[in-house]
């Protein structure tokens, strides 16, 4: 694994652990908080 940062449009980074390919990508951060059961 390789260190990896997540840069928000607001300018707060984020860091972590990338995995898979490496290289620089962008794309969009999408969640979900809907309960299930």
């Known amino acids: ?6 840069l928000l449009a607001d300018g707060r980074r984020l860091h972590g652990e990338g995995f898979g390919a490496q290289g620089v990508s ?12």
Not at 31 to 36: I, L, S, V, Y
Request: glycine share 12%; aromatic share 16%; no cysteine.
């Open 26 to 37: 962008f794309g969009e951060v999408v969640f979900n908080t809907a309960m299930w059961g």
């Open 1 to 6: 694994m390789t260190t990896a940062t997540l």
